[in-house]
Nanobody
């Protein structure tokens, strides 16, 4: 299974981006999908997830600013990033889980928030 993330870039504080993660496997076959991020010198952290049934979950730090969604027909996971601040600067990774024991990672896309 391959996950290809894209959409990162340089954005000013207060700006927005939309990340996309295209999968090589039918997105409907995953039990859940999500986004994680890793800032320089820090551990990878959870950002948001969406279950097969559409239930979403967000880290407190992004709640109200980021929106996770998926397009089953396009086998694509999205993350809309709004009201970005410098603390959001990180490499963002998409993740897809078949179940609790089997999961896959994308290669990451860099988001830099700076004026």
């Amino acid at each position: 299974v391959q996950l290809q993330a894209s959409g990162g870039g340089l954005v000013q504080p207060g700006g927005f981006l939309r990340l996309a993660c295209i999968t090589s496997r039918r997105i409907s076959s995953f039990g859940s999908m999500g986004w994680y991020r890793q800032a320089a010198g820090k551990q990878r952290e959870f950002v948001a997830s969406i279950a097969a049934g559409g239930q979403t979950n967000y880290a407190d730090s992004v709640k109200g600013r980021f929106i996770i969604s998926k397009n089953i027909a396009k086998n694509t996971l999205y993350l809309q990033l709004n009201s970005l601040n410098p603390e959001d600067t990180a490499v963002y990774y998409c993740n897809a889980k078949i179940n609790a024991d089997v999961g896959y990672w994308g290669q990451g896309t860099l988001v830099t928030v700076s004026s």
